[in-house]
């Protein structure tokens, strides 16, 4: 959950200059890829209300902040599982699928039964001390 405050001052007067500063920026942006014809006039005039707002009242945007606290957190909360959902289905399953088809298995988890103990020998450590310093 995120610990911002909506009803204190500061953060008003920082939403509302950020919101300026995000439109300008998309203004600028759709300026860059239009050209004259279509010139942002609304987008400058949006950024100039949040900017006012935000300088000389900022309580007025309060319903505003408020509004996009909770859409910040309905948006990080679809696109966090979105995301994860995702990266599992494209990279963990396919991994897990070759793993299996073209691996042994590397945890070594198969039953032996034949086996007496599962023990492993150890690696061989190094007794020379300066061996030791080459880790690699």
């Not at 209300?49 to 859409?71: D, N, S």
Request: glycine residues 4%; proline residues 6%.
């Amino acid at each position: 959950m995120l610990d911002i405050d909506t009803s204190s001052r500061t953060e008003q007067r920082k939403f509302g200059l950020m919101m300026a500063a995000a439109i300008i920026v998309i203004g600028l942006i759709r300026f860059a890829l239009h050209g004259f014809a279509h010139f942002p006039v609304w987008f400058f005039v949006v950024a100039g209300a949040f900017a006012c707002f935000g300088l000389l009242l900022p309580r007025a945007l309060q319903p505003v902040f408020v509004v996009w606290i909770k859409f910040a957190l309905v948006l990080n909360w679809l696109v966090t599982h979105l995301m994860l959902t995702v990266m599992y289905w494209l990279i963990i399953v396919p991994m897990g699928v070759v793993m299996r088809l073209f691996s042994e298995d590397p945890l070594k988890r198969k039953w032996l039964p034949k086996t007496d103990s599962y023990w492993e020998a150890p690696e061989e450590q190094p007794e020379e001390f300066e061996r030791w310093r080459n880790q690699f």
